[in-house]
T-cell receptor, first 111, second 112 residues
C-alpha cells in the first residue's frame, strides 16, 4: 500500500459526459501528479501540482482540468468525454525527495 | 522537450535467462529512477541513481547510470516469474524546474 488513495476504482460513462477523479496523497506529500495510461501503453504525464499551485503541465487536453485543494487532495476533471479517453488514470504524490508513490488508479471506460 | 526512450519495448525470456533494459535521455539528467509495474498494478519505485557512473544492486537487479548522465540500464540476472511486469525509467532534468519524464517502458514476460 503506497498510502495514495484514488476514487473511484472504476468508472463507466458515456461519450460527451463529464467525470471527476479524486486523489489523496500520502501524508506530508505536497506534490501530486496525474498520469494517463492507455491499454498496454506508457505513462503519459498530464499535470503536476505542488502545495495547491500548478507546477508543470504535460500532454493534458483542454477538455481536462485539475486542481489541488488546501487539504492537498487533488481532483482531475475530464469533460466532453470521447471513446479515446478510456484509460487508467494514476495519481502519484511525492515529497522533497522526488520519489513518486502511485495510487491504485481509476479505470475509466467511455462507451 | 526532454524525451526518454527505452529499449526494447517488449522482451520475452525463458526463466533463468538474464534480461536488460536500456534507457536513453535526449538531455542530461540530474538523477534517474526506476519503477516496476506488475500486470494490473501500479508503478512502484525501485531505486534512484544520482552520480555519474553509479552502480547499485538489489539482489538480482543491477542498475547503472551512464558517465554522461544521459542513459541508464537495468539488468536482471536469472529471471524468475515474479520479475514479470513493465519496467519504467524516469529521468529528472538537470536544469531549471527539474521536470521528471517517464520512459516508454519495457514489458518483460518470463516463460516458465
Amino acid at each position: 500500500d503506497s498510502g495514495v488513495t484514488q476514487t473511484p476504482k472504476h468508472l463507466i460513462t458515456a461519450t460527451g459526459q463529464r467525470v471527476t477523479l479524486r486523489c489523496s496523497p500520502r501524508s506530508g506529500d505536497l506534490s501530486v501528479y496525474w498520469y494517463q495510461q492507455s491499454l498496454d501503453q506508457g505513462l503519459q504525464f498530464l499535470i503536476q501540482y505542488y502545495n495547491g499551485e500548478e507546477r508543470a503541465k504535460g500532454n493534458i487536453l483542454e477538455r481536462f482540468s485539475a486542481q489541488q485543494f488546501p487539504d492537498l487532495h487533488s481532483e482531475l476533471n475530464l469533460s466532453s468525454l470521447e471513446l479515446g479517453d478510456s484509460a487508467l488514470y494514476f495519481c502519484a504524490s511525492s515529497s522533497q525527495h522526488y520519489t513518486q508513490y502511485f495510487g491504485p488508479g481509476t479505470r475509466l471506460t467511455v462507451l | 522537450g526532454q524525451q526518454v526512450m527505452q529499449i526494447p519495448q517488449y522482451q520475452h525470456v525463458q526463466e533463468g535467462e538474464d534480461f536488460t533494459t536500456y534507457c536513453n535521455s535526449s538531455t542530461t539528467l540530474s538523477n534517474i529512477q526506476w519503477y516496476k509495474q506488475r500486470p494490473g498494478g501500479h508503478p512502484v519505485f525501485l531505486i534512484q541513481l544520482v552520480k555519474s557512473g553509479e552502480v547499485k544492486k538489489q539482489k538480482r537487479l543491477t542498475f547503472q547510470f551512464g558517465e554522461a548522465k544521459k542513459n541508464s540500464s537495468l539488468h536482471i540476472t536469472a529471471t524468475q516469474t515474479t520479475d514479470v511486469g513493465t519496467y519504467f525509467c524516469a529521468g529528472r532534468d538537470s536544469g531549471g524546474y527539474q521536470k521528471v519524464t517517464f520512459g516508454t517502458g519495457t514489458k518483460l514476460q518470463v516463460i516458465p
